[in-house]
Structure formats: structure tokens, C-alpha cells
């Protein structure tokens, strides 16, 4: 039972590191072309509740895991210090502090109505603008990040309605602030040949949305809060995973 279970965390792991960049495109809004708001009101309130219900099941799986973990036979061959380090890193369960950069998206001002053929739309920072900048980000190399100081994991999405962002059943303000732990320079070359980057920084040269984009030397990231929508795998029976 407990080769079962260990192998089907270790599975997990594996799973979510193939699938960041899948999970975090595909539960937001697949536009790269356009800038378009959504409706989050409707969602909010359904958000909220689900957190809630979520963080009561991922702290009763946690007691359940402790207690499995503490009745391991001593001859199950132990993982290694550096893999239970890589999956805490990749799901969020450890805090990671490194070099990595800080990107700031930011609404356009009003007086950027008087320029011709521009819309109250136009100006304000859309899912699609914070999705481009968290994609290229993972596609860089980055190793943690946050967004609006969430801890952002393998199964974390985010909605936005005009200026308000949803994420784990919390309501955001722009400016809206991205910090990643990775290689600063193939983080910022990630962003530099991102096309969906590319056409939010045409729109800070036309209208004056604001974006910024900094290298630092120390990034700290707290670890993931509760609410996780977390599914485990299982190694078929009969299968020796040990040999």
C-alpha cells in the first residue's frame, strides 16, 4: 500500500512538470490575436465558495499523507533529498527565494481616449496580456513565480473582467505584478521573442499601457496557499516500480 501510494505522488510530480505550460494556456483565454475583456461577476462568488471547499479537502489529505508517511516500512527504498526538493519546488509546497525578474502590466490613462480609433477597452490590461507574460515566463526556464504575490502552480488559472482579476477566489487591481525565480537572462529573452508579449508592447507604444520589465537579484516566493484542485495517479497493481 504505501509502494502505491509513494509511487503515485512520484507520478504526479511528473505529470504536473509536463504539464505547466498545457494547464496554465489552456485554462485561459486562447485569443493570441486580440485584447478582449470577460464577465467575472458571475464567477466570483462560485470561485470563492470553491476555495473554501478545497482548502478543507487539501488539509485533510495533508493529515492523510503525514499519517501514510509515518507508516512507511523501513526497508521502502527513500527518494532523495534533491527529488523531494523538486517536487515541493513544482507543486508549490516550498518557498523558493533566487535571482528571476519582476514584469508590471498597468493600465493605459484615460487621456489615451483622445487618440483616434481607441476604445475604453483598449485601455485597461486583459487576461490575455497577463497569460503571454506568465507563459513566456515558464517557457524561460523560470522555477517558481508569483502573481499579485499568489504563488502561481500547475493548476492555478486566473480570470479577468476589465480592470478586476480573479485568482484562488481573491479579487486583484492592476498594476498587475509577475515575479519568477529563474535565469534573469533567458527569462527576459523568453519575453522578448513571445509574439503575445510582443502585441501588448505595440499597445504601450500606441496608448500608453504600462509595462516594465526588471532583472533582480533576490525574488522570494512563498509557498502555495491551500485551495489546490489536486488529482493523484495510481501505479497499476503488479507493478514494481523499484526495479
Known amino acids: 500500500m504505501s509502494q502505491r501510494i509513494r509511487s503515485g505522488i512520484t507520478v504526479t510530480v511528473v505529470l504536473a512538470l509536463s504539464g505547466v505550460l498545457f494547464t496554465v494556456s489552456a485554462q485561459l483565454n486562447r485569443d493570441d490575436q486580440s485584447r478582449h475583456a470577460e464577465d467575472l461577476s458571475a464567477v466570483v462568488a462560485e470561485e470563492a465558495d470553491r476555495v473554501d471547499a478545497l482548502t478543507e479537502q487539501v488539509a485533510a489529505l495533508d493529515a492523510e499523507i503525514q499519517e501514510l508517511s509515518e507508516n512507511v516500512p523501513g526497508d521502502v527504498p527513500r527518494r532523495s533529498a534533491d527529488l523531494r526538493s523538486e517536487e515541493g519546488v513544482v507543486s508549490g509546497a516550498w518557498p523558493v527565494e533566487g535571482p528571476g525578474m519582476r514584469v508590471s502590466l498597468e493600465d493605459a490613462p484615460s487621456s489615451s481616449?483622445?487618440?483616434?480609433?481607441?476604445?475604453?477597452?483598449?485601455?485597461?490590461?486583459?487576461?490575455?496580456?497577463?497569460?503571454?507574460?506568465?507563459?513566456?515566463?515558464?517557457?524561460?526556464?523560470?522555477?517558481?513565480?508569483?502573481?499579485?504575490?499568489?504563488?502561481?502552480?500547475?493548476?492555478?488559472?486566473?480570470?479577468?473582467?476589465?480592470?478586476?482579476?480573479?485568482?484562488?477566489?481573491k479579487v486583484f487591481s492592476p498594476p498587475y505584478v509577475v515575479e519568477a525565480v529563474g535565469d534573469p537572462d533567458q527569462l527576459q529573452a523568453a519575453l522578448d521573442s513571445s509574439p503575445g508579449v510582443a502585441i501588448y508592447r505595440d499597445y504601450v507604444d500606441w496608448i500608453d499601457l504600462g509595462y516594465s520589465a526588471e532583472q533582480l537579484d533576490d525574488i522570494e516566493v512563498p509557498a502555495a496557499s491551500g485551495g489546490q484542485d489536486v488529482q493523484f495517479a495510481d501505479v497499476p497493481e503488479g507493478t514494481d516500480v523499484f526495479s
Do not use: K, Y
Open 113 to 169: 481616449l483622445s487618440i483616434e480609433n481607441v476604445t475604453a477597452d483598449d485601455l485597461v490590461v486583459h487576461q490575455q496580456d497577463v497569460q503571454h507574460v506568465v507563459n513566456a515566463l515558464w517557457a524561460g526556464g523560470a522555477e517558481a513565480m508569483t502573481l499579485q504575490g499568489e504563488r502561481v502552480t500547475p493548476t492555478s488559472a486566473f480570470r479577468c473582467s476589465g480592470n478586476i482579476m480573479l485568482l484562488h477566489g
